[in-house]
């Protein structure tokens, strides 16, 4: 039996406005999706330490949850309804697609006010923003185990590789979903457009060979072919 918790923590909130402030991104302008009446505010959350975010943004978020209170609790409440409903399922279905067991039993979704959802595999988490359709949350929560899944059985498989490689290769790695766990999503899972062709090479190979080490193998080449 696998099971989840869904709650707000404040300051896995704070860390990921704050991390986002002082990470690039390898893919995409990370400015696109974010309301520009919020701009002054991260400027001040560049090149800070951690503990300074909390000082700086903590009654800007106390201020947001009490605005966003009912919502907040909306959302738990029809996340949780719908994770009662896919979520065993989904997590079996990831076990079949991966050919390992789930590397936990225990999963916990945090919401957050920011407009990014980062996991953490050292700490067994993910965060999804609390104004998303709620029907997005379990397409997320697989395309965050996935990841966590390669991250547990198959990373000495890219040790020779650039860590940006590597994030290249799980990205798009998740076109499986489409496929695999098509029932669970709400639309087809693309993420970043300069993974394309790579997402549609590894499909082709996963409809012959459903052997999931084989697979990420055959995307390491192709990424290193094409590099």
């Not at 590397?103 to 953490?120: E, G, K, M, Q, V």
Request: aromatic residues 18%; positive net charge.
């Amino acid at each position: 039996m696998f099971t989840y918790s869904i709650k707000l923590d404040k300051k896995k909130d704070i860390k990921n406005w704050r991390d986002w402030c002082n990470r690039i991104s390898y893919w995409f302008d990370r400015t696109k999706n974010i309301n520009p009446e919020y701009f002054d505010l991260i400027q001040k959350l560049k090149n800070i330490t951690l503990e300074e975010s909390y000082y700086i943004m903590d009654d800007f978020i106390d201020k947001l949850y009490n605005e966003k209170k009912k919502e907040i609790e909306l959302t738990i409440e029809y996340a949780n309804l719908h994770f009662q409903k896919w979520f065993q399922k989904a997590c079996e279905c990831m076990e079949k697609i991966t050919g390992n067991p789930l590397y936990r039993n225990d999963f916990t979704i945090y919401l957050t006010s920011f407009p990014r959802w980062p996991y953490n595999y050292e700490e067994w988490y993910l965060l999804i923003p609390f104004f998303w359709d709620v029907h997005k949350y379990i397409w997320i929560f697989l395309h965050e185990l996935q990841h966590f899944q390669i991250h547990a059985y198959y990373s000495d498989i890219f040790a020779d590789i650039s860590n940006k490689q590597f994030h290249d290769i799980k990205e798009a790695m998740t076109v499986i979903l489409n496929v695999e766990c098509s029932e669970f999503l709400i639309k087809d899972d693309k993420w970043y457009p300069n993974h394309q062709k790579l997402r549609e090479n590894i499909l082709k190979y996963r409809l012959k060979n459903h052997n999931f080490e084989k697979t990420l193998k055959f995307a390491k080449k192709q990424l290193i072919k094409n590099a």
